[in-house]
């Protein structure tokens, strides 16, 4: 995916694309090489890090984490309706 297309499916501009993947470079997220192959030497590809992939990990398990609770919630609510309606 191009920088271009990934600006255009989060729906932001291609400055600010490239802004934040700066950033993610920056802060030792992600690092970036040169298609070695490519014709087009300006094409670069991006990859997590070994403290991007920490940090990716632990987002997935925060994420997990509130679905979990979420999802506790949800089946305490349902209980408790269900005890109204039969009550």
Do not use: W
């Amino acid at each position: 995916m191009t920088q271009r297309e990934l600006a255009g499916e989060l729906g932001i501009s291609l400055g600010k694309a490239n802004y934040c993947l700066r950033a993610l470079v920056d802060k030792g997220l992600i690092k970036t090489a040169n298609f070695r192959r490519s014709q087009h030497k300006a094409r670069y590809f991006y990859q997590l890090t070994p403290h991007g992939l920490k940090e990716k990990a632990g987002l997935t398990k925060r994420f997990l984490k509130r679905k979990i609770k979420e999802h506790q919630a949800l089946t305490e609510e349902i209980a408790r309706l269900r005890e109204e309606i039969t009550g």
